[in-house]
């Protein structure tokens, strides 16, 4: 059986390449749910209740997935004007640094669950995300990008 982590990373990958992932849930004769399942739907759903955005009602961008500078697999999603960046797994620093990124005047990010506008700078061909601190651990975070690389703000 899958863990948590594993769920919602596979969750956060097929969406971004435009798929649905399909659970199968296996009541015992008595229509309860089997404490394990049970386990792995509320780590699910926790996750979401702080990242559904991410998920729900997005469509792929042109790029479904790609890395840190350190080695962090990311995955994209897009919706509307914003550009969601999920990160599989949790920052071991303060920034986030990305293959240089496009992005227009006045770019707001915001990592999901946290209210702060991060700050963002360029260099070396690369684009930095600065942290005001680490997050706590989770199978994936989420950078909301407003308006998107390559979209006018």
């Not at 004007?81 to 240089?100: A, K, M, N, V």
Request: one cysteine or more.
């Amino acid at each position: 059986m899958l863990s948590v982590v594993q769920l919602v990373r596979m969750l956060v990958d097929i969406v971004s390449k435009n798929g649905n992932l399909l659970l199968c849930v296996g009541p015992a004769a008595d229509g309860s749910i089997p404490g394990l399942q049970m386990e792995r739907l509320n780590g699910l759903g926790d996750w979401l209740s702080i990242n559904a955005e991410a998920i729900f009602d997005t469509h792929p961008w042109t790029n479904a997935d790609s890395k840190t500078t350190d080695g962090t697999p990311v995955r994209f999603t897009v919706k509307g004007d914003h550009l969601y960046t999920i990160l599989l797994g949790t920052p071991s620093q303060r920034e986030i640094r990305f293959p240089s990124l496009d992005f227009a005047p006045g770019t707001t990010i915001q990592l999901l669950g946290h209210p702060a506008k991060l700050t963002v700078t360029h260099g070396d061909g690369q684009t930095v995300i600065h942290l005001p601190e680490l997050p706590a651990p989770s199978p994936a975070h989420t950078l909301k990008i407003s308006p998107f690389p390559g979209r006018k703000a």
